[in-house]
Every structure is written in C-alpha cells, then in structure tokens.
C-alpha cells in the first residue's frame, strides 16, 4: 500500500503507527513473512499485540509484514493458541541498553 491509498492513511490517523509501519515493510522488502507474497495487501502485525504490550507499540523488532490472508491466520492461531489451550506467547525478550533508531524517529514525529 501507499500512503496516498485511504485504507492505508484510514487505519491509523498519522504520526508514529504510519512511520512504524512502513519501516516494518520496508525492512522485510515488501513481502509476506509467512508465504512469501510480495506486495499486493500488506499489513503490518504486531508479534506482542499492542493491547498487552503498549510499551512494544514501536519497536521495529516487535513487528513483520504479512499479507491479508496470513494476517488473518495469525491472529486466530494466537486466539486458539491463548483463549482455548492457555499457552501464553513465549516472554519478551530483553533489549539492550542502547536506543535503537527507530526509537529515536518515533520519538519526536
């Protein structure tokens, strides 16, 4: 997706989440994680849901591209995998230290 496309612009209302997002697709290339797809409709998806983890909202590292399709494949196996069978996602790895440059973009939009 674009910027100038309305379902892109609509999904977030600007700022950090737009800036976030393209930097997640551009560093996986445009392409599906999960299948391999390349361009077409792409979203970015948080790995820790934003919902539980506020605080991994941004980072870079927290986030892959995904076609619509795996996208949606996704969030029902973390649906299954946690409300049917009460497995938890595995826990967040440590980060280090230093600031990452996507913490610094995303601080000051």
């Given at each position: ?32 994680q ?53 497995v ?12 990452r ?9």
């Open positions: 997706m674009t910027r100038t496309d309305e379902r892109y612009v609509g999904k977030s209302g600007g700022g950090k989440a737009d800036i976030w997002r393209e930097m997640v697709y551009q560093r996986d290339r445009f392409r599906c999960s299948c391999g797809a390349k361009g077409g409709e792409l979203e970015a998806h948080h790995i820790y849901p934003k919902e539980k983890y506020p605080e991994l909202d941004y980072k870079l590292w927290n986030g892959m591209t995904l076609c619509e399709d795996c996208h949606a494949r996704a969030h029902l196996y973390h649906h299954l995998r946690e409300k049917l069978l009460g938890p996602l595995k826990r967040i790895p440590q980060e280090k230290n230093r600031k440059p996507l913490d610094k973009t995303l601080a000051n939009p």
